[in-house]
């Protein structure tokens, strides 16, 4: 089966600590997708990345950077953690072309940040 | 940009009972629609999609969804629910020639009641 796996499933982090939420997908998969979801505001795009060290800002990139030396791994970084990043992070990859392939989405990690 | 728009946060039904929900768009270019699910604890799994041809289409837990592009929206639809259709479901578009990123609606809280 394929899968999407984010490392953590729940994280608690204190103010100003550097933190790194790790997604690895093993389906060979081009582009990978980095989403925050908040109550009552859906889905919102913080980084994509389309190839091997390629990185693009979303919607909300702010206070937020992304890695990606590997196909498989996408890695969301908070440089220094606030309180209003408290949120569940969604990563997603997906097959790159003209038409839109589906997502495969992983579990989420729900980050605390105290 | 686009957008995209779920009218209902929150849908209460009855078990056997129909249920529609709506999703609205807006883009000036042709798209592709898609409705995603998120079971409790759970990522986002593609319930339907909507790429070109027959505007109908359907899942294969008896979702169906109708893409109307003089009304721009694309409501989900299902004749008789079940309790394990609890869930929340978001519609998301993609522009044509933009292939690679998903833009999502705010998400509509289905729950089944027995």
């Known amino acids: 089966d394929v899968k999407v796996t984010q490392s953590s499933r729940y994280l608690v982090k204190r103010t100003g600590e550097k933190v790194f939420l790790e997604c690895v997908q093993d389906m060979d998969h081009e582009n990978m997708f980095w989403y925050r979801q908040d109550p009552g505001l859906g889905l919102r795009l913080i980084y994509f990345s389309y190839d091997v060290k390629m990185k693009e800002k979303g919607d909300i990139p702010e206070g937020y950077s992304v890695s990606r030396e590997k196909k498989e791994r996408f890695s969301l970084i908070l440089e220094s953690a606030s309180t209003n990043q408290t949120s569940m992070y969604l990563c997603a990859s997906s097959f790159s072309g003209q038409v839109p392939r589906s997502y495969t989405f992983g579990s989420g990690t729900r980050l605390t940040v105290v | 940009a686009q957008s995209v728009t779920q009218l209902d946060s929150q849908v209460p039904v009855f078990e056997e009972a129909p249920v529609e929900l709506r999703c609205n768009y807006s883009s000036s270019v042709s798209v592709y629609l898609f409705w995603y699910v998120q079971y409790p604890n759970q990522g986002l799994q593609l319930l339907l999609k909507y790429l070109s041809g027959s505007t109908l289409v359907e899942s294969i837990n008896g979702f169906e969804a109708e893409f109307n592009k003089s009304q721009t929206s694309f409501h989900l639809r299902k004749p008789s629910v079940h309790i394990s259709d609890t869930a929340e479901y978001f519609c998301?578009?993609?522009?044509?020639?933009?292939?690679?990123?998903?833009?999502f609606g705010s998400g509509t809280q289905l729950t089944v009641l027995p």
């Open positions: 998301a578009v993609s522009k044509s020639g933009s292939a690679r990123q998903l833009t």
